[in-house]
């Protein structure tokens, strides 16, 4: 072995050395991403993971910035936004992306937009006749 291959080797073992963790952190944000309308906890996740839910909970932080509820939440708040736009109701949006009350639906919403969900869709509309006038 070279020594340029023992050095990349080397700043490869530095920078890699955690590789396991990255994949189940990827894997439970892609899980995440894929079945955000379903009812998803810290149990189910560490499970479908092997790994414990303290543990999932550190290293998702950790990478992420979020824990699993909170990116979660971001990810239907976003879908919702889509749905809503799409011209779903705000009843329809709320159960299509996992909550399972409109009531906590809508604070929710309002607490991460600003803005209820009547509104926002409201305002989407008004918008969306502004531009369709031009």
């Not at 291959?5 to 490869?12: N, T, V, Y």
């Not at 990827?26 to 092997?50: E, P």
């Not at 990810?75 to 409109?102: D, M, P, Q």
Request: with cysteine; proline share 1%; aromatic share 14%.
């Amino acid at each position: 072995m070279t020594y340029y291959e023992k050095e990349l080797s080397r700043i490869r073992s530095i920078i890699y050395s955690n590789v396991g963790q990255i994949n189940t952190v990827i894997g439970i944000r892609n899980y995440i991403d894929n079945n955000y309308d379903v009812n998803l906890n810290l149990d189910l996740l560490s499970h479908i993971h092997f790994v414990s839910k303290y543990h999932m909970l550190r290293l998702f932080k950790k990478y992420y910035g979020l824990t699993p509820r909170q990116y979660l939440i971001d990810k239907r708040i976003k879908k919702s936004k889509e749905h809503l736009i799409n011209g779903l109701s705000v009843t329809e949006t709320c159960f299509a992306v996992g909550f399972e009350s409109v009531g906590s639906f809508s604070t929710l919403f309002k607490t991460k937009t600003g803005q209820s969900p009547t509104e926002f869709l409201k305002e989407q509309l008004s918008r969306s006749k502004i531009y369709s006038e031009f």
